[in-house]
């Protein structure tokens, strides 16, 4: 059984930044594609970054502010300029498969969530 635990979330000021990170155990290989998502209140579960390998595919949310990158079994993701739109809370997420997706239904292993608050 694989496990994620994401630790990282907070409270920050608009243009703030804030560095998740994701810790997986269990049966994850370093190939399977890992990522995050987010939910802010009333709203759907949004994508906003994948890393697979060498590969990168982020979300339109991420707009260029956040940066995805991994250490085999632990994942990150690095988020400058924040705003108050982004105030949501993170799964990380992974996949038994390499192939990139930017479909919730698609990922086999979900955390608990962090909160991430972006509020002057």
């Known amino acids: 059984q694989v496990q994620l635990v994401e630790s990282g979330g907070g409270v920050v000021q608009p243009g703030g930044s804030l560095r998740l990170s994701c810790s997986a155990s269990g049966r994850i290989f370093s190939t399977s594609a890992m990522g995050w998502f987010r939910q802010a209140p009333g709203q759907e579960r949004e994508f906003v970054a994948v890393?697979?390998?060498?590969l990168k595919y982020y979300g339109g949310s991420a707009n260029g502010r956040f940066t995805i990158s991994r250490d085999n079994a632990k994942v990150y993701l690095q988020m400058d300029s924040l705003e108050p739109d982004d105030t949501a809370v993170y799964y990380c997420v992974a996949r038994r498969v390499a192939t990139m997706s930017r479909a919730a239904g698609d990922y086999d292993y979900w955390g608990q969530g962090t909160q991430v608050t972006v509020s002057s």
């Open positions: 890393i697979s390998s060498n």
